[in-house]
């Protein structure tokens, strides 16, 4: 067993992980955070995707020792402390993009992490960055809607804490 610190939604955490341990298998088991879902194991769907120091990775595909000392953003750590959602998860409920929520989680974090960077993207951009996110129920189209849906409350919001 290695014991590695990180920072998981905000907080400091420790814990205990073989060396083989994968990111995902740390945050569902010992830190109890089943937000992250188990879809293929071989990085294909995204169902797992995090926040990793702000950038989307697949969890199925990082050791839990190689996110020692960084940051992890699950889709619990969205939410803001006092539970208000994030606007990506409020319009994803808006707009229904979702439907079984299998692999809601995962397409709520590419979505966050593409928001972060392109803060107005285009229908074409948001398919391309998506791409990594696998859907076998809602056809995508209103997963893209609710991207843009966020994307516009989240530029409101920025628009407003500067003036």
């Known amino acids: 067993m290695t014991s590695i610190q990180l920072h998981v939604n905000g907080t400091a955490v420790q814990a205990d992980a073989e060396?083989?341990?994968l990111l995902v298998?740390?945050?569902r088991g010992p830190?109890?955070?089943t937000g992250t879902h188990v879809g293929c194991d071989t990085s294909q769907c995204?169902?797992?995707t995090v926040l990793l120091d702000g950038r989307a990775v697949k969890s199925c595909t990082v050791l839990a020792v190689q996110a020692a000392g960084r940051s992890v953003t699950t889709v619990e750590g969205l939410a803001a402390p006092g539970g208000a959602l994030h606007p990506v998860q409020d319009a994803f409920i808006a707009c229904h993009g979702l439907?079984?929520?299998f692999c809601t989680p995962g397409m709520m974090m590419t979505a966050t992490c593409l928001l972060?960077?392109?803060p107005?993207?285009?229908d074409d951009e948001v398919a391309h960055a998506l791409e990594g996110n696998l859907c076998r129920c809602t056809g995508?189209?209103?997963i893209v809607a609710a991207v843009q849906v966020a994307a516009k409350t989240l530029r409101t919001q920025q628009a407003g804490e500067a003036a």
Request: charged residues 10%; glycine residues 12%.
């Open 25 to 27: 298998d740390l945050l």
């Open 46 to 48: 995204g169902a797992c």
């Open 19 to 21: 060396p083989a341990t």
């Open 99 to 101: 439907q079984c929520g």
């Open 116 to 118: 972060q960077h392109n």
């Open 140 to 142: 995508y189209v209103n």
């Open 120 to 122: 107005d993207p285009s």
């Open 31 to 33: 830190l109890g955070l």
